[in-house]
C-alpha cells in the first residue's frame, strides 16, 4: 500500500475562498483522523471518522470547517470562508482496527501546507 | 492549557552525547505512545507503552512509562544525526479513546 496519500502538497489561497483538502486513507483501516499543526499549538486534533461516521468534531475550532467521509477510501476537509489565521499543516491519519485506538499505530500522511494570505 | 507538556521544547547536543526528553500530565493515560517527525513529513510511531512502569528499548532509545501513568520519557544513547526530528508523546485517557498529542520537543543533533 502506498500509506495515507493528501492532496495537495502545498495550498496557497486568498483570505476569503473555500479550501478543499483531500485524504486517502490506507485500505483496510477502520479509523480516519484528521490533524492541524502549528508552531504555537503544535498538533491538534480536529475531527475523527470510524467505518465514514463522525465520532467526535469537537477539535473542530468554527462552522468555517466542515469534514466528510463519503466513502472508506475518501476524506475531505473544507475551510469556507478561510482565514489567515488558518494557516497550517493538515495532517491525515489512519488506523486499522481491531485493536483499542489509543495503543494502535496512527499512520500519517504527509501532510497538506496551506498558506492563506 | 495543553493536557500533555514536554520538556525540553527544544535541544541542541553534540553526536555521541545521551539526552533524555520527557513527557507529563496530571492526568492518569491509558497508553502512551512516542512518535518522531521529520521535516516535511507526517510523525511515524517509534513505541507504545501500556502498563505503569513499563520499560522499552528500541536500539539505542529507551523509552520509560512513569508507574503512575502520568508521565513519560525517552531517552537516547549516543545521539547522532539521523536522531535530529521532533519527538512527540501522545496518549488517550481511556482505551478506545481520541489520542492527543504533546506540543514536542525539537532535538537537533549536531555532527
Known amino acids: 500500500d502506498a500509506g495515507v496519500i493528501q492532496s495537495p502538497r502545498h495550498e496557497v489561497t486568498e483570505m476569503g475562498q473555500e479550501v478543499t483538502l483531500r485524504c486517502k486513507p490506507i485500505?483496510?483501516?477502520?479509523?480516519l483522523f484528521w490533524y492541524r499543526q502549528t508552531m504555537m499549538r503544535g498538533l491538534e486534533l480536529l475531527i475523527y471518522?470510524?467505518?465514514?461516521?463522525?465520532?467526535?468534531d469537537s477539535g473542530m475550532p468554527e462552522d468555517r470547517f466542515s469534514a466528510k467521509m463519503p466513502n472508506a477510501s475518501f476524506s475531505t476537509l473544507k475551510i469556507q470562508p478561510s482565514e489567515p489565521r488558518d494557516s497550517a499543516v493538515y495532517f491525515c491519519?489512519?488506523?486499522?482496527?481491531?485493536?483499542?485506538?489509543?495503543?494502535?499505530?496512527?499512520?500519517f500522511g504527509q501532510g497538506t501546507r496551506l498558506t492563506v494570505v | 492549557t495543553q493536557l500533555l507538556e514536554q520538556s525540553p521544547q527544544f535541544l541542541s547536543i553534540q553526536e555521541g552525547e545521551n539526552l533524555t526528553v520527557y513527557c507529563n500530565s496530571s492526568s492518569v493515560f491509558s497508553s502512551l505512545q512516542w512518535y518522531r517527525q521529520e521535516p516535511g513529513e507526517g510523525p511515524v510511531l517509534l513505541v507504545t507503552v501500556v502498563t505503569g512502569g513499563e520499560v522499552k528499548k528500541l536500539k539505542r532509545l529507551t523509552f520509560q512509562f512513569g508507574d503512575a501513568r502520568k508521565d513519560s520519557s525517552l531517552h537516547i544513547t549516543a545521539a547522532q544525526p539521523g536522531d535530529t526530528g521532533l519527538y512527540l508523546c501522545a496518549g488517550a485517557l481511556a482505551s478506545y479513546d481520541k489520542v492527543i498529542f504533546g506540543p514536542g520537543t525539537s532535538l537537533s543533533v549536531i555532527p
Open positions: 471518522f470510524n467505518n465514514n461516521v463522525p465520532i467526535d
Open positions: 491519519a489512519s488506523i486499522q482496527y481491531p485493536g483499542a485506538v489509543s495503543d494502535t499505530e496512527a499512520f
Open positions: 485500505s483496510g483501516h477502520d479509523y
